[in-house]
């Protein structure tokens, strides 16, 4: 069965700092992970795919496939990152997808 | 932008109580989704609909808990009767067809508090 890990359920850093919010995954097939964000009084929103190789709000994570982990980096965080984040890992089989989460890291950024 | 609609935002209810919420997904939506989120958890998926037909149910309680969506459309999620361990937020999301490349849309979900 598949299963994400998101160790830390809180970190916190100073503005400016680098942040990395670690995320581990279990899944027999070709992953396909995903970040989400929550900012504080809002709905759970996509951040970054990493079919996308993307850079968004200045987030990057990277697929390792050998150590089977998808961390989110930024080089310099700024206080309005702090959030709940989740990484979810989407499987298909047959008609159905399914997005299976991680328990989340709250990100607190302070001055 | 597009949003999925959820209502109602808070509902407490006594347990033993029947309680609903609906949802309204993205039109073009085919793939509709209902999580919960227990405080300190993440997400987990409890039923999945392709169009009018539920594609995954297999985490979704059935002794209590039972999910429409008749017109493909719109759906509505039910519990009868909640019980205290219900209490959490219900989270309806929704897709074009297996995630698409923008992968899901949530709604802002329905706050659930069994007293």
């Known amino acids: 069965a598949q299963r994400v890990t998101q160790p830390e359920k809180l970190l916190s850093v100073f503005k400016g700092a680098p942040v990395e919010l670690k995320c581990n995954y279990s899944?027999?097939?070709?992953?396909?992970l995903f970040w989400y964000v929550q900012y504080s009084r809002q709905r759970l929103q996509l951040l970054l795919r990493?079919?996308s190789r993307e850079s968004i709000k200045g987030f990057t994570a990277d697929l390792n496939k050998g150590e089977t982990s998808f961390h989110l980096k930024k080089p310099f965080a700024q206080e309005e990152d702090s959030a709940m984040y989740y990484c979810?890992?989407?499987?298909?089989?047959?008609?159905?997808?399914?997005?299976?989460f991680g328990t989340g890291t709250r990100l607190q950024v302070t001055l | 932008e597009a949003e999925v609609a959820q209502s109602p935002r808070y509902k407490i209810t006594e347990k033993s109580q029947a309680v609903a919420f609906w949802c309204d997904p993205i039109?073009?939506?085919?793939?509709l989704y209902w999580y919960r989120q227990i405080l300190g958890q993440g997400p987990e998926l409890l039923v999945q609909?392709?169009?009018?037909?539920?594609?995954?149910d297999s985490q979704l309680p059935k002794d209590r808990f039972s999910a429409e969506r008749l017109k493909g459309v719109d759906s509505t999620l039910k519990i009868q009767p909640a019980e205290l361990g219900d209490s959490a937020m219900y989270l309806c999301?929704?897709?074009?067809?297996?995630?698409?490349?923008?992968?899901?849309?949530f709604g802002s979900g329905t706050r659930l508090t069994v007293v």
């Open positions: 979810a890992l989407k499987t298909n089989t047959g008609t159905a997808s399914k997005l299976t």
């Open positions: 990493h079919i």
């Open positions: 039109s073009g939506h085919a793939t």
């Open positions: 899944y027999s097939g070709s992953p396909e």
């Open positions: 609909f392709q169009d009018e037909s539920v594609v995954d």
């Open positions: 999301a929704s897709s074009l067809f297996r995630g698409g490349f923008y992968g899901y849309t």
